[in-house]
């Protein structure tokens, strides 16, 4: 295939199961995860190609969750492919918040996507700087297979990204533990390219995909 009609294709796993109360806000924290499902991760670990550039995140549950996949690969930091930060939300319940600060609370909810948490970020805003760091590493690792191990809301964006949608438009997309989604870019001549999606949220264990 000439380098005008490079295929990219991106490989994005969500990390293993965090060791947090039900509902807590993970956020940027750096929350330990729980690795003992080895059929998940074995599972999982099935799909991805030989011969791949490995992503992930500053987050331990990134990096942590990658080493489990496949032990001994070498990975690149992207910080700028990172979860939303929800400023003084992290490691709090959304229950807690909901009792605590209920109008601020209640004003966040009315647009989840353009709201920013209180000293944190919008998701929309995340979407805006997830969709250049797609576009960068598609360009460094063009026509390669590219696997990131990453997080529900930034995998969202680039699901956003992919299909055209908007933030808000974005948000209802489940992103499980372990749960691959999968896209191409491809390189059309001198343009932006197209980006097509091959599947989301695949359970692991469904048999590998091309």
């Known amino acids: 295939m000439s380098d005008g009609s490079a295929v990219t294709r991106w490989w994005w796993v969500r990390h ?3 060791c947090l109360p039900p509902g807590t806000i993970a956020g940027r924290m750096d929350a330990d995860v729980d690795l003992s499902n080895t059929e998940m991760i074995e599972g999982a670990r099935a799909w991805l190609p030989d011969g791949a550039v490995w992503l992930t995140t500053p987050l331990a549950r990134s990096t942590r969750s990658a080493a489990a996949l496949k032990p001994g690969q070498p990975t690149l930091g992207v910080p700028d492919l990172t979860e939303q930060d929800f400023g003084s939300w992290h490691g709090r319940t959304h229950a807690e ?5 209920r109008a601020v609370a209640e004003h966040f909810w009315q647009d989840p996507a353009g709201h920013a948490p209180p000293g944190g970020e919008s998701f929309a805003a995340l979407c805006q700087r997830v969709a250049a ?12 297979d590219i696997v990131m191990i990453g997080h529900a809301g ?6 956003a990204l992919a299909l055209g949608l908007s933030p808000a438009g974005i948000l209802s997309v489940s992103v499980d533990y372990w749960h691959l989604f999968r896209m191409d870019h491809l390189a059309l001549g001198d343009g932006d390219g197209q980006w097509r999606l091959i599947g989301a949220n695949i359970p692991p264990c469904q048999g590998r995909l091309l």
């Open 16 to 18: 293993a199961p965090l």
């Open 97 to 101: 918040i909901w009792d605590s600060e």
């Open 133 to 144: 760091a797609v576009v960068r590493e598609t360009g460094s690792h063009r026509g390669r």
């Open 154 to 159: 930034p995998i969202r964006a680039a699901l």
